[in-house]
């Protein structure tokens, strides 16, 4: 067991957390440059119909889901027995390649493309980098452990993904997503310097970890996630159109309305990761319940510049707020296959993306308007608060469990 100073601790939590703010960008950034995006990619679409060609764009945002889904449980199951930093340093460069791909493809299904690749690590970069985070922050901290390389993803939100955008809108989004990678890149030099190596649980193998998707909980617990999440990316999914075709403010305002929203997230991510180690039920439910308010305001309020700041900033709070817990609640309900859980949770968060960033696609398609989104969210956020409970009343009803075998640990 490996004993680190503090000094040594918090430099390889910051560097997991950079990772985490790569991550942050590359997911983001898509939802601040759709309009940039669609107009660039799909010229013939947009001059007839900016609505529709944005509406188009947001492929970029639901496949770069489906490849967290793909990814996830695959790349926990072949990288059962595999050591955790030599796994986040080979998930770094997948996501350079396919960041840098994204950047230069000459076309929009090629694009597409490299965006499905980077996504193919993004699930199990937060599943063995949050592991390795709780392993240096001791006993029982999955919900913080999670929360430190989701803090990274919430500061992003905050500083990096407006900064981003701006330069997207300025010198281009490819420009952009070249800058995304140069974060990847960062990341990837320093976690062999500061990250210490945590071996793979001792008794791990891909056999365990398959061994996950045969209990109902498993199911249950990742579509609580992927249905009641995508009440939160209903609402980011076209922030940007919002900002300027609803509240009727310049492009120039979206960097500042997604600050605010990742303002929010990071005050929720850090007081989640704490509650969540407490009480993880009430946790979970108050999460859902604060999402269900705060989308429903969005849609209320979105149309006036002081209501799209203000209600920006609180969907932010309730969403990050009920992250951690969700990480946490699939760690727990996969005894023995912890790594696996900890990527289903990221597939279920990238449904809730795609369903949440489809559903609202749609509607706004159909003519209804960008913020009839909102409403959508409200429903996906109740009808996984709904499924929360039912998680919950059916643990109430079996027997208590002996204790997996946690992961390794260090001193």
Do not use: C
């Not at 560097?15 to 309009?35: H, I, K, R, S, Y």
């Not at 940039?36 to 001059?47: E, G, S, V």
């Not at 990678?181 to 071996?199: N, S």
Request: net charge neutral; glycine share 14%; aromatic share 8%.
């Amino acid at each position: 067991m490996e004993k680190l100073t503090a000094g040594r601790r918090w430099a390889a939590l910051l560097t997991l957390a950079l990772g985490g703010f790569g991550l942050g960008l590359t997911e983001f950034v898509a939802m601040g440059l759709l309009p940039d995006m669609a107009r660039d990619l799909l010229p013939d679409a947009y001059a007839h119909s900016s609505a529709d060609a944005v509406a188009q764009a947001g492929w970029m945002i639901t496949i770069y889901a489906l490849g967290v889904v793909v990814g996830a449980p695959t790349i926990a199951v072949l990288t059962a027995r595999m050591p955790r930093r030599r796994l986040v340093v080979g998930l770094l460069g997948l996501f350079v390649i396919g960041t840098v791909a994204s950047a230069l493809a000459p076309t929009f299904g090629l694009v597409l493309v490299g965006r499905f690749v980077a996504a193919l690590a993004h699930g199990a970069y937060f599943g063995a980098a949050g592991l390795l985070a709780a392993a240096m922050l001791g006993p029982g901290s999955q919900g913080r452990g999670f929360a430190v390389v989701l803090g990274g993803l919430t500061a992003a939100n905050v500083f990096g993904v407006p900064l981003i955008t701006s330069l997207g809108q300025a010198a281009g989004w490819r420009i952009a997503y070249l800058a995304v990678a140069g974060v990847f890149a960062l990341t990837l030099v320093a976690v062999p310097l500061v990250v210490p190596e945590v071996a793979a649980r001792p008794d791990g193998s891909p056999r365990d970890e398959l061994a996950a998707f045969r209990l109902p909980q498993v199911w249950l617990a990742a579509l609580v996630g992927a249905v009641g999440f995508g009440g939160f990316f209903a609402v980011n999914s076209y922030i940007a159109p919002v900002t300027t075709h609803v509240t009727g403010l310049s492009e120039s305002a979206v960097p500042w309305v997604l600050a605010l929203m990742g303002l929010g997230m990071t005050v929720g991510n850090a007081v989640g990761g704490i509650v969540a180690d407490r009480n993880l039920e009430r946790t979970v439910l108050l999460g859902f319940g604060g999402i269900v308010g705060t989308v429903a305001l969005f849609g209320l309020v979105a149309r006036y510049p002081v209501g799209l700041f203000a209600a920006a900033f609180l969907v932010g709070a309730a969403s990050l707020f009920l992250g951690p817990a969700l990480q946490a609640r699939l760690i727990a309900v996969a005894p023995g296959a912890q790594l696996m859980g900890a990527a289903v949770n990221q597939s279920a968060s990238n449904v809730a993306n795609s369903v949440g960033a489809a559903l609202g696609g749609a509607v706004i398609a159909a003519g209804w308007g960008y913020l009839s989104a909102a409403w959508i969210g409200v429903a996906l956020a109740v009808s996984g608060l709904g499924l929360a409970v039912l998680s919950f009343r059916l643990d109430a009803r079996k027997p208590a469990e002996p204790a997996p075998e946690p992961e390794p640990a260090l001193a």
